[in-house]
């Protein structure tokens, strides 16, 4: 009896005493981490919140504390711009991610053939992505440019009757930006396939062609399954890239003609800046976070929470 | 059907010849080894015998046909390697069947062979499973079914059991031998691995730097080898060599070392014999413990290192002032500096030239 | 008899059909990725006429460097017209603080999580990581009232501070990433010769961060050129960058716009992050694979 209880009162202090030595030992790690701890806070957890908040006030061009329930997203759903704007960023990111698979897939597979000049190659691919989606936008208007430019050069080369007005075009312009956003990403997706195709393992190869299986019913039975981590990987990132859509709109066709080509991005900032509707842009910028996170959700999921098996 | 012959081949990448002009013939039903230390080039025989690699020169035959420029899957082969080349993503059965299936054979036909080839290796409970849910040893299990369901002539075997641990090793390794012994196929093995050779081969190919250095059966490998590097390569522990020269002693000939002489009236020379500087080989299982009789070789030492190993104990001594290794039973008595005498038979010794190697 | 040869020594090499495909496929596409370029560097040698007569294809039969001077030095980028070279000093203005300090604090932090245990840090990661995927809108109006009510919006440190931020997850998880592969006695042998926080740093993990910090600075330099949201949001009219002033001198445009003089513009806005790519060839891709492989 009188054990337990001298055991039982020494523990309590015995821990705490543990604490404090780790905490003296870890206080430069803890304080070097402040910065980044603040960032979360007030940043990422921080303004995220306040949006949020703001969606349900009556902000005009300042923020106001006056609430007004659902009032900003009664008004955002019957706004036709920012409609519009969803219905074109699902267009776009659908064919948008689509195309880069497919085309940063069959690139990867070419350049696996063991070909010369796969550095060239692999370097005109891939430089695209070097440049800012600004710069993107701008060459693609040019080169699309009704008058002068695409349509021209090939009126110019004999097809008279050629045309490609799509930039100016109300239901085709989305395409546009499609265009010029594949002919930026594909390189990347490339790089990334190449480098899960390079991670098979050249015995799978050798085994394949004993067994007599063609090269292309390799790449789609075989090694397409092996590289299903890339594929997920390459299709976050460019699903990321849709979700933050605004420069490219911005350079190419500033959401026109009209209303053609809006984004949700654009919308937003034009609510927060120019339209001084601060309170509409909250509730837009938190319809697209719920969005996003709806998206997220499964592949967290997948990835992060689900007990996995020990695989190999 | 199933007899292999390569003839002439020379094999090589860029400027670097990995064999120049090698032969061998390999009959049908035969179980060949092709054993080496790394980069003798026995991987590399083996992917031009199968035609994933090209011949810079010569031919290879395989079945009386001349395959030197089929695709391996023209040329009767199955092929087992030796990791990691399953096909991932696809259940046992699939894997097995993926080529059949390819190929187009008909499903009834597809069916019976892969039940058989999973009831010869023991899959039949692992056919749903995928590459990543088995063991090391199951997974070659399915790679062996998977050249197996080919009804190839002969099999190609690439160090398929170099990656499993000594246990597994073991285990595979008389499924193998079993799985010959119903099959009768042709079977090319390749292995640095002297047991595996030894257990499993009819005849052995030793190979060192692109040059076939014996080939024969693992008995007379064991007991006459040819030269000091395959004398030196089978056998563990090492063949003890003894330095000396072969003299004429009156009528017959004897090897004189730095401590004395050892008669070889008994010794099977292979050709006339000459006074040259020689090697003696003895193996270490082959030197005796115990008072010489007149028919051997005697000799005295002290023990210098006793190294026990449980069934066996292998003991230092010295012999020709150099150290000589003897193996004895596992109970001896024999303890550290211990005066010991041991013998030897010549006629189970080795003697090579000095300078070539070669045996004499 | 026929005379069939005797199958011997190398296949014969025929050039297949597929082979043939293969390459022709490939010119084709790398045919299109130039297209672009090119289309951009013979538009900035030309003059206007020459634009509007022949098309964007042909190669300048009238060569000239004009477009490029006016570019630099007279274009109108909003209000006034001092051309694009007052945004390419910004934009370095801006690069180089917010590399440096977006990279330091990424090293520290990823410093700090993968050698010692705090309570809360890698709680504070998957908000990092998640957070890295919500659009940046979510955040921005909240933090111009922020800057604004410190006094910093419209600053240098404003836009500086704002890339550090949204470089912070990416950062550090490309440090965490590398420095958990780091051997761990390393970290231990210092620690039993009784090293400190900032000494185990400075003296061990740094000196072997050199690959990472490369692409660390190749993704930071890249991203950070590149971008045009928080240029045009944080900047200010003093500081903003190239890219917000090469959007202005297309959009500000009265009248017929000056093609050649924009693409020239493009150009010079292209030439930094570009040359990087060029220059640092494998290590670009790997920085992409860092980034895009989580852990």
Same mark, same amino acid.
């Given at each position: 009896m009188v054990a337990l209880s001298v055991s039982r009162s020494a523990s309590p202090a015995r821990d705490r005493a543990a604490a404090l030595v780790k905490w003296r030992r870890n206080w430069p790690a803890a304080l070097s981490l402040l910065p980044a701890a603040i960032i979360v806070a007030v940043i990422y957890l921080g303004t995220m919140l306040w949006t949020v908040m703001l969606s349900f006030t009556s902000s005009k061009t300042l923020p106001s504390f006056e609430f007004v329930g659902w009032a900003q997203y009664n008004r955002l759903f019957n706004t036709e711009r920012f409609t519009a704007s969803a219905w074109h960023i699902l267009i776009f990111g659908v064919l948008f991610v689509a195309f880069c698979l497919v085309l940063g897939f069959l690139l990867a597979v070419l350049i696996d053939?063991?070909?010369?000049?796969e550095s060239a190659f692999r370097t005109i691919y891939l430089?695209?992505? +070097?440049?800012?989606f600004i710069v993107t936008g701008l060459i693609w208007q040019w080169l699309l440019? =009704?008058?002068?430019g695409l349509e021209k050069a090939v009126r110019d080369l004999g097809f008279t009757s050629f045309s490609f007005n799509w930039i100016v075009d109300n239901d085709k312009v989305v395409y546009t930006l499609v265009i010029a956003a594949v002919w930026q990403a594909s390189g990347l997706v490339m790089a990334l396939m190449l480098a899960g195709l390079r991670g098979v393992d050249a015995e799978i190869w050798k085994a394949a062609r004993v067994d007599a299986i063609p090269t292309w019913r390799v790449y789609v039975s075989i090694i397409l399954p092996m590289i299903t981590p890339m594929i997920v990987a390459a299709t976050v990132l460019l699903a990321v890239g849709v979700a933050r859509l605004y420069d490219l709109v911005v350079a190419m066709t500033?959401?026109?003609?009209?209303?053609? /080509?809006?984004?949700p991005a654009k919308f937003i900032m034009d609510n927060f800046f120019?339209?001084?509707n601060v309170g509409l842009g909250s509730a837009a910028a938190t319809v697209q976070l719920v969005a996003v996170i709806v998206a997220l959700a499964p592949w967290v999921y997948l990835e992060h929470l689900r007990p996995r098996r020990r695989s190999r | 059907m199933g007899a292999v012959s390569v003839r002439n081949v020379a094999v090589g990448f860029g400027d670097v010849a990995v064999f120049n002009d090698l032969s061998i013939e390999i009959a049908d039903g035969e179980f060949v080894v092709l054993l080496g230390?790394?980069?003798?080039?026995k991987s590399t025989l083996l992917n031009a015998i199968a035609g994933l690699l090209d011949v810079n020169r010569g031919q290879i035959w395989i079945g009386g046909k001349?395959?030197?420029? +089929?695709?391996p899957k023209d040329r009767g082969i199955g092929m087992v390697f030796q990791?990691? /080349?399953?096909?991932?993503?696809?259940s046992v059965r699939d894997n097995l069947s993926f080529g059949l299936k390819i190929a187009g054979a008909p499903r009834a036909d597809v069916e019976t062979r892969v039940a058989r080839a999973a009831k010869m290796l023991q899959l039949e409970a692992l056919l +749903?499973?995928?590459?990543?849910?088995?063991s090391g040893g199951q997974r070659q299990r399915v790679a062996i079914g998977r050249a197996l369901?080919?009804?190839?002539?002969v099999f190609l075997f690439d160090?398929?059991?170099? &990656?499993?641990?000594a246990q597994l090793r073991n285990e595979l390794r008389v499924e193998i031998k079993k799985l010959h012994l119903e099959l009768s196929s042709t079977m090319i093995y390749v292995t640095h691995d002297q047991v595996e050779a030894l257990t499993l081969a009819d005849r052995i190919a030793v190979m060192k730097a692109g040059i076939i250095q014996q080939i024969a059966t693992p008995h007379d490998i064991y &007991?006459?080898?040819?030269n000091t590097f395959v004398a030196g390569f089978i056998g563990s522990p090492r063949m003890n060599m003894i330095e000396g020269r072969v003299a004429k002693r009156g009528d017959g000939w004897t090897f004189d070392h730095a401590e004395g002489s050892v008669a070889l009236g008994r010794y099977p020379f292979a050709g006339a014999p000459a006074e040259r500087a020689a090697l003696l080989g003895v193996r270490p299982e082959h030197v005796d413990l115990g008072q010489s009789s007149p028919e051997r070789h005697g000799a005295t030492g002290t023990v210098a290192i006793v190294e026990p190993m449980g069934a066996e104990t292998i003991v230092w001594s010295q012999f020709a002032g150099k150290p000589i290794t003897l193996r004895v039973d596992g109970d001896s008595a024999v303890r550290l500096g211990d005066d010991i005498a041991f013998n030897f038979d010549v006629a189970r010794a080795s003697l090579f030239d000095a300078s070539t190697g070669a045996r004499l | 008899m026929s005379a069939v040869a005797v199958p011997e020594?190398?296949?014969?090499?025929r050039l297949s059909l597929a082979r043939i495909g293969v390459y022709a496929l490939l010119v084709a596409i790398a045919l299109v990725f130039l297209a672009p370029f090119y289309v951009m560097l013979v538009t900035s040698f030309k003059t206007m006429d020459e634009i509007r007569q022949a098309n964007i294809l042909a190669v300048p039969q009238?060569?000239?460097t004009d477009p490029w001077v006016e570019a630099w /030095?007279?274009?109108?980028?909003?209000?006034?017209?001092?051309?694009?070279g007052v945004g390419f000093f910004n934009s370095i203005r801006i690069l180089i603080p917010s590399v440096i300090v977006s990279i330091a604090l990424g090293a520290l932090t990823g410093y700090a999580m993968t050698f010692y245990r705090v309570p809360g840090a890698n709680l504070g990661f998957a908000v990092l990581l998640i957070g890295?995927?919500? =659009?940046y809108q979510v955040f921005l109006y909240p933090m111009v009232r922020m800057f604004s009510a410190i006094g910093i919006y419209d600053s240098l440190a404003a836009i500086v501070v704002v890339h550090v931020i949204f470089g912070l997850p990416i950062m550090t998880l490309l440090f965490r990433n590398y420095y958990g592969a780091l051997p761990i006695e390393l970290f231990n042998a210092a620690r039993v010769d009784g090293a400190s926080f900032l000494q185990i740093l400075r003296l061990v993990v740094l000196p072997m961060s050199l690959p990472i910090l490369v692409v660390a600075a190749i993704l930071q330099v890249t991203g950070i050129w590149n971008d045009f949201i928080f240029g045009l949001t944080f900047a200010g009219r003093v500081n903003r960058p190239m890219t917000v002033l090469l959007n202005n001198i297309v959009t500000a445009t &009265?009248?017929?716009?000056?093609y050649n003089v924009e693409m020239a513009a493009t150009l010079l806005t292209a030439l930094v992050p570009l040359t990087v790519y060029l220059v640092s060839g494998r290590w670009f891709v790997r920085g992409i694979a860092a980034g895009a492989v989580k852990g």
């Open positions: 053939q063991k070909i010369r000049f430089y695209p992505f +070097s440049m800012s440019h =009704p008058e002068l500033k959401g026109g003609p009209g209303i053609s /080509s809006e984004m120019e339209r001084a | 230390p790394s980069g003798c080039g001349n395959v030197t420029w +089929s695709e990791s990691y /080349s399953l096909y991932p993503r696809m +749903s499973r995928k590459p990543s849910e088995l369901v080919r009804d190839a002539d160090e398929p059991l170099s &990656n499993l641990d &007991n006459k080898p040819a | 020594g190398r296949r014969p090499h009238a060569f000239t /030095s007279k274009a109108c980028t909003g209000l006034a017209c001092d051309g694009i890295n995927f919500i =659009p &009265n009248g017929e716009a000056r």
